[in-house]
């Protein structure tokens, strides 16, 4: 599984933070997806979530109000 941030359009409203601590942090006024790394104008997570952690990155993704968390299978 892997987590994509579009980084551009995150508006810095923290939910996804507050939602999935384990994953996301604000850095300024953006999120940062802890430990992803670049792949064009995004930050990418890949590799092997736990339960919890795809359980709280669907939140994340779920409640992002500008839609820029996404989870690929
Ligand atoms: S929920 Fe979306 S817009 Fe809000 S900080 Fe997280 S990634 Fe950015």
Known sequence: MKVVHEV???IGCG???A????LFE????KAKLKGAAA???NMVLEKEFTAEE????????????????????
């Open 26 to 29: 604000m850095e300024g006024a």
């Open 19 to 22: 939602l999935c601590p384990a």
């Open 15 to 17: 939910t996804c933070a």
């Open 54 to 73: 795809q359980e709280c990155a669907k939140q994340a993704e779920g409640n992002c109000p500008v839609n820029c968390i996404h989870i690929k299978e």
């Open 8 to 10: 551009e359009k995150c």
């Open 39 to 41: 792949e064009g104008s």
